[in-house]
């Protein structure tokens, strides 16, 4: 089983909205990842957990707050997005480093739109 | 640093025929593994190929397989007998194999579109 589950699907918020995105992976991958996804732009990458420890911030604005409760799951929490912040979001996991293979499986994506 | 270039914003394909993919990447690591991903209208991310620095043969699976040339930094994506289904954006992608940086950049993507 190589899936890796997103919840929700579509997201609406407000400026002022507390929202969180989810996802959900039983591959048994040490690494997850959630990156930002403009239209006709390759992912930004955001956030990387490696063994539930972030490992790495690619200098995002705190009002993303990413969360990794155990090592299946991974939550973005957001507050007080701007407009720009519009975009899909898309979460990612595989094996860690020295884990084993490399490549990385992606969810079906979150499309945020911030109003 | 590390750099994943993709020179064909767009690509037109005959149904039935096979098209290249180009990338090239630029690293200063030994070891790194290279992959392709594909990315239909809907948005999912799905794997298609990895190939690894030291594998000595090109990769291959089912009607795609990557053409690895080491010495000049290439690993393009080779799709045979193309279908209408293949029609979306695909990505070359890079990890280097090292614990301090392990992230995965992209390049830019190269949109396919397959003609009937």
């Known amino acids: 089983d190589t899936e890796v589950t997103q919840t929700p699907k579509h997201l609406v918020m407000g400026m002022t909205n507390k929202k969180s995105l989810k996802c959900e992976q039983h591959m048994g991958h040490r690494a997850m990842y959630w990156y930002k996804q403009k239209a006709k732009k390759p992912p930004e990458l955001m956030f990387v957990?490696?063994?539930?420890?972030?490992?790495i911030n690619e200098s995002v604005p705190s009002r993303f707050s990413p969360e990794c409760p155990n090592s299946s799951l991974l939550n973005l929490h957001l507050h007080a997005l701007q407009p720009e912040d519009s975009a899909l979001y898309l979460c990612?996991?595989?094996?860690?480093f020295g884990q084993g293979a490399l490549e990385q499986y992606f969810g079906p994506g979150t499309r945020l739109t911030v109003t | 640093a590390q750099k994943i270039t993709q020179t064909q914003p767009g690509m037109f394909v005959q149904e039935k025929e096979a098209v290249t993919l180009d990338c090239t990447y630029d690293?200063?690591?030994?070891?790194?593994?290279l992959f392709w991903y594909k990315q239909p209208s809907s948005g999912e991310m799905i794997f298609l190929i990895y190939q690894g620095s030291y594998d000595q043969q090109n990769a291959t699976e089912g009607r795609y397989s990557l053409n690895f040339q080491k010495a000049r930094k290439s690993a393009n994506l080779v799709i045979s007998a193309s279908q209408l289904g293949d029609s979306a954006m695909y990505f070359c992608?890079?990890?280097?194999?090292?614990?301090?940086?392990?992230?995965?950049?992209f390049g830019p993507g190269t949109s396919l579109s397959v003609i009937p």
């Open positions: 992608a890079m990890r280097a194999l090292k614990t301090s940086y392990d992230k995965v950049i």
């Open positions: 990612a996991s595989s094996q860690a």
């Open positions: 957990y490696s063994y539930e420890k972030l490992s």
């Open positions: 690293t200063s690591d030994p070891s790194y593994g």
